[in-house]
């Protein structure tokens, strides 16, 4: 396979090849310093690539969608985002229960026998697209995933399918076969008889618990997350055809959270930012390819665990770095990887856990100091953007479908 991995600040985006088909792992750009060239270089990637994942919903992984110069690619074969994992029974049992959360009936949360069964989680991300309704255009709404597929239609003349990734699934380029190895399909609370799902972070505990205290004192917030409640189904697949049916329906949401403070605003995205890298979506390839998107710490053990056991190597060729390089869990000392490949900039890029994965690999390649690069079978090839013309570059990934 083939790797590009562009220099975008502290931002992700990749493009990966395989067996002539490629797909393109988010598309965001932060803190970097990058001009028009770069933008048509990765938009000449976007015009190649026949799939788009979003590894999770944070928009230094999508945001560049937005910028690329105008190119509108006719099909994209499918467009990948992780999947909202639903609590567990026993985690509802926590929610009735809990003097924080405080009571169904004074919250507008439908949970329990011949109820709606709300997915938290599905309903906190989706408060967050509302609140950032100024940052993202807005249009459609319904599933996780509406706002970027709005952005995908703008860039597309048609979008073939869309699937919500979640572990155990496994995806196809070329005959080449990636496996997802996150995030689960479920969370469960307190409850370690249950092999089903993963125990849910405490972080994401804590800050479900603090969206939920922001909504005990504010009607207009109240007001939103009632109504999102009525749309948020279990399955993210009717989510996401419901999409184009509910626009005008969802004016009064859009309506009331507009008159929602500016501070429980800022509280509340910042809550469910912290939920959203724990849902990164993880890819890995046998011997070949480990992506393990933002995870935070204690998920990189959780997934690594579930998907190796507790002990043994394991053996890629590349390893994407969780988080730009600055997340680490000593699970990952077990990682042998002929390379390391990290996205990350300046900002970021002096936290001193990205030293942690030279003990990983044979060579560490770092965009903040290397710029753009490209692996392939044959070579190693920096600074491609400045080494390729524009239009031989799109040739030849074009060429090579
Ligand atoms: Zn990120
Ligand atoms: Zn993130």
Known sequence: MDIIVNSVGDANCIL?????????IDCG???????????????????????????????????????????????????????????????????????????????????GKNKTN?????????????LHN???????????????????????DRINGAEALYMGKKIKLGSEEYEVIWPPRTFTYKDPGNTDGIAMPKEIVKNINNIFEVLKNNDNLKKVWDKLGEYVKNDTKENFDSIDNNVDELKDIIDAASKIQQETKDL?????????????ICLYRDNEFLFLG?????????CIEKKFGSSGEIKVNYFIAPHHGTHWNDELKRV??????????????????????KMVCMHLFITFNHGDYKCCNEALVFNIMQNYNMLSFYNSVVSLK
């Open 16 to 24: 990966i090849k395989s067996d002539g088909e490629s797909m393109m």
């Open 29 to 111: 750009v932060k803190n970097g310093c990058y001009a028009s060239i770069k933008e048509q270089f990765i938009g000449a990637q976007f015009l190649a690539a026949d799939y788009f994942l979003l590894s999770h919903y944070h928009d230094d992984h999508y945001d560049l969608l937005r910028k690329l110069p105008i190119c509108k690619k006719s099909v994209l074969k499918k467009f990948y985002y992780p999947i909202i994992p639903k609590l567990s029974s026993s985690s509802i049992t926590l929610l009735n229960n809990s003097t924080t959360v405080g009571s169904p009936t004074t919250l507008p949360i439908k949970i």
């Open 118 to 130: 709300c997915c938290i989680l599905a309903q906190c991300i989706l408060l967050m697209q509302v």
């Open 134 to 156: 100024s940052v993202i255009p807005f249009k459609n709404f319904g599933s996780p995933a509406a706002n970027i597929l709005e952005l995908l239609r703008k860039r597309c």
């Open 268 to 280: 509340i995205v910042g809550y469910a930012k912290n939920i959203a890298n724990s849902i990164s």
């Open 294 to 302: 933002d995870l935070e710490n204690a998920e990189i053990k959780k």
């Open 336 to 357: 042998k990887a002929e390379n390391a490949l990290i996205s990350v900039g300046e900002s970021l890029y002096n936290r001193k856990k990205i030293l942690n994965y």
